[in-house]
DNA sequence: AGATCAGGCGCC
DNA sequence: AAAGGGCGCCTGATCT
């Protein structure tokens, strides 16, 4: 049973039941308390609501208190779909898919809501009906490819333009529900998307437990107390000072700026090509220690220091925007806030509540299990049946070590190689062991690698597409070696981009979108499990009923559960990532373990 | 003054 | 210990 469903202003909206297949079971609805009419509903019959976005609808639920099971996000999925034909940044809204159903000419998506401040009167300014009534304010009733004439009643919209807006929710509906079943793997992939819609918009809302005072006493220890004005913290100037004696030059530098850093070294005689920190590490001078330590200090005080937490925390939580689909392999991206960025150091200032535990809990070797699910190589799959992945492949490389390196590190070197398209050195010899002893493992990432080489595009187990190279990629390619353009091709996906050098030849262009492709069906296979992993998680922390997801980082969640149903929580993570291997992979002899703690604070985790 | 680029580094 | 791909966000420098 699905229900569609278009908000309207004032918290009304419309609703209309649907079959499976997408067709209309009953009459057109409108209510005047959406909120309520979804509360009811879900209780009594579990639907999977069919909305454009969870972005824009859930969270004002979410304030009225009302959560639901389960959805169909149409522009995420309809993202998807475009996204498999290989036309990425298409419009994607109703509106767009509604014209592009019928032949018309398809309008732009509205521009996202103004800005969105971390506090506020954010549901206002986000939800659905503002951002249909954004539509036709800039568009018009029709949109802009009929003309765009003048909105005749005003910015609102009230419950009639929400029900003109629910015949298109459930045309568009019914044409995603007919291509996703044509597409292996894709009913998953859209639910798992969807349910990642709703996992975001929560913990949005919930946020994760934070403890201003911790991040205080941090930040404190280690840069000084907190400053008025613009001023460095203490300990960030006495370093800056010391850098600047270190030099013993006329004019001072100032250590944030690279180009003064470099024409320093450059008056000393040192001449570095840039001031990263790996590039400092093998000069030899006094200030080279110093300009390390500034710069991670630096870093956190300027990225996560007092204003964030000004910014960010507020009432013990921090709420960051999730963005879901963010990425192109399927992973998360976050608006403001860094929520993906926070430094390992202040994880000490992640504390669960009185009485409360959090629950960290991280999938171990993911991407090397992914690519032996993927292979189907047997010697490479009885390796990642085991707990330790690595030690397990380890014999397979033992006598290729030199120093002190152990088997276990080799074996390692060697898959991060193949994943990722590395190879200098020692790596080649690893990777032709891999090879040798694992052969369908290695010819799977080259394959990758040569249809990105080629131009064509790959996918993710569950379908999920990666973008297809521009056109200044193919116009160079295909040129031959001649050095290429300024730059012109760069920007999309797995081409080349900045960087000390304007000039990218085409052997680059082709390497580059090599280590793309190969890297992406590892990279969007494991984003499609850890998808899974959560869509599971979130319907077992339901039952549980208080526990809240309240973390997610590529491969890793956080829940913040009452103390006594923290075993529980366990439990249910464990057998969410076993229900999330079988989804994508059905029977294999890969495992996917969790690496499981149960800790006050999130710094006592591993 | 505001917008954009470049360099750099945090996380996985 | 690091390598690789993916991001977001900060500052300083430069452009408009």
Redesign the pocket.
């Known amino acids: 049973m699905r229900i569609a469903v278009a908000a309207a202003e004032g918290g009304g909206g419309a609703l209309r039941p649907l079959a499976d297949d997408g067709a209309p079971a009953g009459p057109a609805e409108t209510v005047g308390d959406l909120a309520a009419a979804i509360a009811e509903r879900e209780r009594a019959a579990g639907p999977r609501w069919v909305w454009p976005a969870t972005a824009r609808l859930y969270p004002r639920l979410l304030e009225a208190g009302v959560r639901v099971a389960r959805c169909h996000d149409l522009e995420l999925v309809e993202s998807l779909l475009l996204g498999h034909q290989g036309r990425y940044g298409e419009p994607r809204s109703v509106r767009a898919a509604w014209a592009r159903l019928r032949g018309e000419p398809v309008p732009a998506d509205p521009p996202p809501p103004q800005e969105a401040p971390p506090q506020g009167s954010l549901f206002d300014t986000s939800s659905d009906a503002a951002f249909d009534a954004s539509f036709e304010a800039s568009f018009g009733e029709e949109g802009p490819g009929a003309g765009g004439r003048p909105v005749a009643e005003g910015p609102g919209r009230g419950l009639h333009s929400a029900a003109g807006e629910l015949e298109r929710i459930v045309a568009v509906h019914a044409e995603q529900l007919r291509r996703v079943a044509e597409l292996p793997g894709f009913a998953l992939l859209a639910a798992a998307e969807s349910a990642g819609s709703l996992v975001a918009a929560e913990m949005g809302h919930d946020g994760l437990p934070w403890s201003a005072e911790r991040q205080d006493e941090l930040l404190t220890e280690l840069l000084g107390p907190r400053p008025t004005g613009g001023m460095r913290p203490r300990k960030l100037q006495a370093l800056a000072d010391r850098i600047n004696a270190a030099f013993g030059l006329r004019t001072p530098v ?1 250590p ?7 024409k320093a070294f450059a008056a000393v005689g040192l001449p570095v090509t ?7 590490k093998r000069v030899d001078h006094p200030a080279v220690p110093l300009l ?1 330590e500034y ?2 200090l630096s ?2 005080h ?2 996560h220091g007092w204003t ?1 937490a000004d910014t960010w925390v507020r009432g013990g939580r921090f709420r960051p925007e999730y ?1 879901v689909g ?4 399927g ?1 998360w ?6 929520a ?6 202040l994880r000490r200032a992640v504390v669960a509540d009185p009485g409360w535990s959090l629950v960290v809990a ?1 999938a171990a070797q993911l ?1 090397p299990r992914v690519l032996a699910a993927l292979a189907g190589d047997r010697a490479f799959a009885a390796a990642a049946a085991e707990g330790d992945l690595y030690a397990a492949l380890s014999e397979a490389f033992r006598g290729t070590a030199s ?1 002190g ?1 152990t088997a276990r ?2 074996a ?2 060697a898959l ?2 193949a ?4 190879g ?4 080649v010899r690893l990777l032709a062991v891999l090879k040798s002893r694992f052969p369908q493992a290695f010819e799977y990432v080259e394959a990758a690698a040569r249809a990105g080489e080629r131009g064509a595009l790959v996918r993710s187990r569950l379908g999920r597409t990666c973008p297809p190279p521009s056109a200044g990629w193919r116009r160079l390619t295909s040129e031959g070696d001649e050095p290429g353009g300024d730059g012109d091709g760069a920007g999309a ?2 081409e080349p981009g ?3 050098s ?1 000039q990218v030849t085409a052997a680059q262009a082709l390497r ?1 979108r090599g ?2 492709t190969r ?2 069906v590892v ?1 969007a296979t494991a984003a499609d499990w850890a998808l899974a992993l959560l869509a599971a998680l979130r319907r077992r922390l339901a039952e549980l009923g208080r526990p809240r997801l309240v973390f997610f ?4 969640v956080v829940v913040h559960a009452p103390a006594e149903l923290a075993d529980q929580v366990r439990e249910a993570v464990h057998a969410s990532a076993e229900e999330a291997g079988r989804l994508l992979f059905g029977r294999t002899p890969v495992v996917f373990p969790m690496e499981v703690a149960v800790v006050d604070c999130y710094a006592d985790a591993k």
């Open positions: 100032n944030d700026s690279p180009a003064q850093i470099m840039s001031t990263r920190a790996h590039v400092l390390l710069k991670e870093r956190l300027t990225a964030w963005v963010g990425v192109v392999s992973r991206a976050t608006n403001g806030g860094g993906l960025q926070i430094p390992r150091v991280d991407e120093d390196a590190d080799q390692k070197i991060l190689s994943m990722y398209g590395g200098t050195g020692e790596a996906s797995g900045g960087g000390a304007r580059s280590r793309f890297n992406f990279q980082q590529h491969d890793e």
